[in-house]
């Protein structure tokens, strides 16, 4: 298979399950979802671990961690609104809970418009390295990988996501606890 078609090939399985995901979390932003502990620890595990890993990714160029910075606290206000906003409802022997639609919804529509972006910028550098030389040139490399407006997005999500699946864990004990019934002494 040549080169072009591999590449042609691989953005359009990240397409396929780009699309699928959004599809699943609109699914979710609408309805209300079962509150299971595990699911959702798993879920604030991993964007946890993808916060780390995009702190230590930024060693390198400490003026990447003002933009975090602006994300975490910008994602910590949408993590507030959102816990603000969001319903609980029993139903037979479980809770449900369903999230703000348009705070869910708004972060896939920055998400998408961003990860549309970063594709723009990608085709971007493909034309161009292929006009010149063949080798990409520094100055469109390091206005992409040093982007703030990415960064800033960045950190708003894993700052929203993992505050909101941190207050639902706190949620379900607190409902769990609720549940129970009063011991007769």
């Not at 078609?5 to 979710?28: D, M, T």
């Not at 993808?50 to 910008?74: E, N, Q, R, T």
């Not at 705070?103 to 550098?125: E, N, T």
Request: aromatic share 16%; proline share 4%; glycine share 6%.
């Amino acid at each position: 298979m040549p080169h072009t078609a591999r590449v042609v090939a691989i953005v359009v399985l990240l397409v396929v399950i780009v699309i699928f995901g959004i599809y699943r979390r609109k699914q979710r932003a609408i309805r209300f979802q079962k509150l299971v502990k595990a699911r959702i620890l798993t879920q604030l595990t991993l964007w946890a671990i993808i916060g780390f890993v995009f702190l230590a990714a930024g060693f390198s160029s400490p003026m990447v961690y003002i933009f975090d910075a602006i994300g975490i606290v910008l994602g910590i206000g949408v993590a507030y609104l959102a816990i603000r906003t969001t319903s609980f409802e029993p139903r037979k022997d479980s809770w449900f809970y369903r999230p703000n639609p348009w705070i869910h919804m708004l972060s896939i529509v920055v998400f998408i418009g961003r990860f549309a972006y970063i594709l723009y910028q990608d085709y971007k550098l493909a034309i161009e390295t292929a006009a010149g030389n063949g080798q990409p040139t520094n100055q469109v490399l390091s206005a992409y990988t040093h982007d703030p407006y990415t960064t800033t997005i960045l950190f708003v999500l894993i700052t929203y996501y993992t505050g909101y699946y941190m207050f639902l864990i706190r949620k379900t004990r607190h409902l769990e606890i609720e549940k129970q019934p009063e011991s007769v002494t």
